[in-house]
């Protein structure tokens, strides 16, 4: 997760990070990323069920129960074995978390553990009742899913009307004063979409967008022919950059992120460079206390089942279960040959990525993406867009 508007518009500084000591237990929820300790935030899927048949879905979801899923009562344990372990955010997902009859009794049980609760959906089960409940325990943040304008949109969701849907959603949870973003992920289908996806937090006040580079998992296995050329990633990476900019030039401070391809840090240094070479120097203080790819150190997924992966996109990859042991013992097994080479995944990395100047600063980039593409979960990112001349190799 790149902070766009953080870092290219000044909005922190590395003083601000290290204020709290870079703990992130102390550390405000927009400078989590920039914590030492690294305790992970967790996806908890909390039911495959999903009321929508999104083409990019990594979860594969469905309209139908799975016969696996977890129980209130133990998702509420899972709750509580999070907080004894110290993650500082647990974000409920699922399929469509929404669709859970148990919610905001979740929500609620997380933020009295002492964590931050934030809940990832496609907004159009939102009913203003529910926003209202979920306003009260103080959950911290709704990110919505959005593919696009309309036809775009109901297109990628394989349903009709879902935009409309979508957008009220938005709209009752921020009137009940909740705090609201928007999720988009880029592809060659949406891409054009970008500006009017700027346009619209213009027009609703929505204080938060993070736009996703394209995982080739779950249902976006298929999607591979989808992914952005590098020139195209390159040309909306800058785009994202110069209207961030202009945003926040004309006093709009929107909190603009890019997520999963870590390249884009360096390729915001690199401008920088040019720029303002002063904030690029601050830039690559925090780009290093962010440090890249976070998959199985900073963030982790459990599934619904109970089962725990490295991050929500590789459910190829099962570390334990979480009702079988707690999810510290299982986050911190060294028996665990792949788990520990993960959180080292600097000394395992080949090819161009192991002798990136950068690689202390993006981490590898997006281990998923490469075993999906070449099958070596160690094999460059082909997402990467940074030729050999930007990161140093001759």
Not at 65 to 78: F, P
Not at 331 to 355: A, E, P
């Amino acid at each position: 997760m790149i902070g766009i508007s953080k870092l290219y518009c000044d909005t922190v500084e590395p003083s601000d990070v290290l204020r709290y000591g870079r703990h992130s237990s102390r550390l405000p929820s927009h400078l989590l990323q920039f914590s030492e300790d690294k305790r992970p935030v967790v996806i908890l899927n909390i039911t495959k069920r999903c009321n929508l048949k999104c083409v990019h879905c990594y979860a594969g979801s469905n309209d139908g129960l799975a016969s696996s899923e977890m129980s209130t009562d133990e998702l509420l344990h899972v709750i509580d074995d999070l907080a004894d372990f110290g993650s500082p955010v647990v974000l409920f997902s699922g399929g469509e978390p929404l669709l859970h009859p148990g919610i905001v009794r979740l929500a609620d049980h997380a933020v009295k553990s002492g964590m931050r609760a934030v809940i990832s959906t496609n907004g159009t089960l939102i009913t203003s009742q529910l926003a209202e409940e979920l306003a009260q325990i103080g959950l911290s943040y709704i990110g919505i899913s959005l593919d696009g304008t309309r036809e775009i949109h109901d297109r990628f969701r394989g349903v009709t009307g879902a935009f409309d849907q979508t957008i009220q959603g938005l709209r009752i949870a921020a009137n009940a004063g909740i705090k609201t973003g928007v999720r988009f992920t880029v592809t060659k289908r949406n891409v054009e979409a970008v500006p009017e996806i700027f346009d619209l937090l213009e027009q609703e006040n929505i204080p938060r967008v993070c736009f996703y580079h394209l995982v080739y998992t779950g249902r976006g296995e298929g999607l591979l022919g989808e992914a952005l050329s590098h020139d195209a990633t390159r040309n909306t990476v800058e785009y994202i950059i110069d209207r961030t900019a202009a945003l926040h030039s004309n006093g709009k401070k929107i909190e603009v992120l890019t997520v999963d391809n870590h390249c884009d840090g360096p390729y915001l240094y690199l401008r920088l460079l040019r720029e303002n070479p002063d904030r690029a120097k601050k830039v690559l203080e925090l780009l290093r206390f962010n440090g890249g790819n976070s998959t199985g150190v900073g963030v982790a997924s459990i599934g619904w089942d109970g089962s725990v992966h490295p991050d929500q996109f590789w459910r190829n990859h099962i570390l334990g279960n979480v009702q079988t042991k707690p999810f510290g013992e299982i986050w911190t097994n060294k028996h665990n040959d792949f788990l520990m080479k993960l959180k080292n995944k600097k000394q395992y990395v080949t090819g161009r990525c192991s002798q990136c100047r950068y690689l202390d600063i993006c981490g590898g980039n997006f281990r998923a993406r490469a075993e999906a593409v070449t099958g070596d979960l160690w094999a460059p990112d082909p997402a990467c867009y940074l030729t050999d001349a930007e990161i140093g190799i001759e």
